[in-house]
């Protein structure tokens, strides 16, 4: 017996995250932290995709302020669905952010955010193409 599709209830009001790179949602869901959310949350790994071959989809089942930031960050390729009373009232296409806080550390042990806790981690965008990020206050290069 063959399992031709799984079906995920569709979602009232909520949010679908759609087109994350395949293997990369449960890394989003971490950095989003979507596991202390009390509502229900669907991650489909690996959906077939005519655009991308194989795809991530995430759907949580409530309207909640997310950080567009991140998620472009994870995947700049990402579509967000904002869904009311069951049809989506929004489509965002996001970007790679010129600035990303707080989800990446410097590995630089003599930065100054290795000795002063309470600065925020601040990495500036510094090429595009490559997707380099670097530390804002000592230019080293994040790794991912």
Not at 82 to 110: F, W
Request: charged share 30%; aromatic share 4%.
């Amino acid at each position: 017996m063959t399992i031709d599709s799984i079906k995920i209830d569709s979602i009232k009001n909520g949010i679908v995250i759609d087109h994350i790179a395949a293997g990369k949602a449960m890394e989003l869901y971490q950095i989003l932290g979507l596991g202390k959310l009390d509502c229900s949350v669907a991650i489909l790994k690996n959906v077939s995709s005519g655009k991308l071959g194989k795809k991530d989809i995430i759907k949580i089942d409530r309207n909640l302020d997310l950080d567009w930031d991140i998620i472009g960050y994870v995947d700049p390729n990402i579509t967000v669905n904002i869904i009311k009373d069951g049809e989506r009232v929004e489509k965002r296409q996001l970007k790679l952010p010129e600035t990303i806080r707080g989800v990446i550390h410097c590995k630089n042990p003599r930065c100054i955010t290795s000795i002063e806790q309470e600065l925020p981690q601040v990495f500036k965008l510094t090429d595009r193409e490559k997707r380099v990020y670097r530390c804002l206050y000592c230019e080293t290069q994040a790794g991912k």
